[in-house]
């Protein structure tokens, strides 16, 4: 079990930090197309560059078009500093004395739910406004995968619940 606690202590951190840059990014892209600062047209306005801050150094360059800012650029951020957070809650269930709980059963829901039912429907979405590439579509299968393994998992969180409490009935 220390080793399970050790490995979920570095994916959660991992995790938690992904899910920090990501949705710092999309803040402070959000915060610049918003208020224009930062940002500077180029290619005949088809492109932005957006900049670090108090800086011309480009930092992200993204299409100048509405569609692509919502469905290709800011979702996706958004996206996956959400999906990154709950892989985090997810590892920090595994590092607890006991795992079988209902806060972790919860946690697992989230999770699952999250990867099955969100990226299939965002992208679909998104295809009717964007042109939506081949790799984003494993992605999507990929997620789902993710999800149903969650889900399997949750389940036997579940029944581990289920058992530990016959066992403090027996006690």
């Given at each position: 079990m220390e080793q399970t606690n050790f490995i979920a202590r570095i994916l959660?951190?991992?995790?938690?930090?992904?899910?920090?840059?990501?949705?710092?990014?999309?803040?402070?892209?959000?915060?610049?197309?918003?208020?224009?600062l930062w940002i500077s047209a180029y290619g005949e306005g088809r492109f932005?560059?957006?900049?670090?801050?108090?800086?011309?150094?480009?930092?992200?360059?993204?299409?100048?078009?509405?569609?692509?800012?919502?469905?290709?650029?800011?979702?996706?951020?958004?996206?996956?500093?959400?999906?990154?957070?709950?892989?985090g809650r997810v590892f920090r269930a595994f590092m607890q004395s006991r795992i079988f709980t209902p806060a972790n059963i919860k946690t697992m829901r989230h999770f699952y739910l999250f990867n099955i039912f969100?990226?299939?429907?965002?992208?679909?979405?998104?295809?009717?406004?964007?042109?939506?590439?081949?790799?984003?579509?494993?992605?999507?299968?990929?997620?789902?995968?993710?999800?149903?393994?969650?889900l399997f998992l949750a389940n036997i969180f579940r029944q581990g619940v289920n058992l530990q409490n016959d066992q403090d009935l027996i006690i």
């Open positions: 959660q951190l991992l995790c938690r930090a992904l899910s920090i840059v990501y949705f710092s990014i999309f803040v402070y892209s959000l915060f610049c197309l918003v208020t224009g932005l560059h957006i900049s670090y801050p108090f800086t011309e150094t480009t930092f992200l360059n993204v299409d100048n078009s509405l569609a692509y800012l919502i469905f290709s650029f800011l979702l996706i951020l958004f996206g996956y500093a959400a999906f990154f957070y709950l892989a969100l990226p299939l429907p965002a992208v679909l979405i998104a295809s009717f406004f964007v042109e939506v590439e081949g790799v984003i579509w494993i992605l999507v299968g990929i997620h789902f995968i993710l999800g149903i393994f969650s």
